[in-house]
């Protein structure tokens, strides 16, 4: 089922967004070549934990970390390790936030040094994809619109978009009604109305859209292991438009 929020919810979620937000802008300045994923994993809960929030991810079905910590061919779901990031990387970082029983989720995929122009390309297409789909976040538009936009956009480039995993309706839980796919016709699903939260998230591969998951259960990787990158925000939908909850 698919819920409306009260102000109340909402106002909860835009802190739950905001705190969200300050990993990000806190992980951007250490996100450099020898820095581990382990050691970005423990700066986000310390944050998330001063802010008066608790991690949406760990503990969620088991999942070890705080943050997911997707590198390279890891479409989602890399768990955070003692291996150093290299020059040439891309990194992909998912952050979650429960405040007072409410989540805010935000990906965002990260230059490592000095990155080659296909994974500049990449980011560049995943991100606008994102914003491809948002324009179509409406009251009064279907759901499928916005799967529509985003894959329209990346199919430009050729890239693969990522089937298996989707964006989702977020709330009290992390993962609500409905399931909101990255592709498909447009004009179809739910209608969207005022007061819908949603969380976008476009997972495009440089190659093939297909994807594996490897032994640990969650990490996920490319067949073909080329990159892939990930982006996402937390919504609002209002009467004329959306509202972005995963910023400061």
């Known amino acids: 089922m698919i819920t409306i929020k009260s102000q109340r919810e909402i106002d909860l979620m835009k802190e739950a967004g905001r705190i969200v937000a300050v990993c990000h802008q806190e992980i951007s300045k250490l996100i450099k070549p020898g820095i581990t994923t382990k050691r970005i ?8 934990l001063k802010n008066g929030g608790k991690p949406s991810f760990k503990g969620y079905q088991g ?3 705080s943050i997911c910590a997707s590198l390279n061919d890891v479409v989602v779901h890399g768990m955070p ?4 990031l290299k020059n040439g990387d891309i990194l992909s ?3 979650g936030v429960d405040y007072k029983g409410y989540h805010g989720d935000s990906a965002w995929t990260y230059p490592v040094g000095t990155i080659s122009d296909s994974n500049k390309l990449l980011l560049e297409v995943t ?13 009064g538009n279907r759901l499928s619109d916005i799967s529509h936009a985003i894959e329209k ?14 964006g989702h309706g977020i709330g009290r839980d992390l993962h609500e009604d409905p399931p909101i796919p990255n592709f498909g016709t447009s004009g179809t699903g739910p209608t969207l109305k005022s ?3 949603l969380a976008i998230e476009p997972m495009i591969n440089a190659g093939t859209k297909r994807v594996k998951i490897m032994i640990d259960g969650w990490t996920t990787k490319t067949v073909d292991g080329l990159n892939s990158a990930h982006y996402e925000h937390t919504i609002l939908i209002t009467k004329d438009g959306y509202e972005i909850l995963t910023t400061t």
């Open 63 to 65: 999942f070890p970390s």
């Open 195 to 197: 007061g819908m939260t």
């Open 93 to 95: 970082v998912d952050i």
């Open 41 to 48: 994993d423990t700066l986000v809960e310390e944050i998330i």
């Open 81 to 84: 390790s003692n291996n150093k």
């Open 127 to 139: 991100e606008k994809s994102l914003f491809e789909g948002l324009a179509f976040a409406k009251a």
């Open 153 to 166: 956009y990346a199919k430009l480039y050729s890239y693969g978009v990522v089937e298996e995993f989707t």
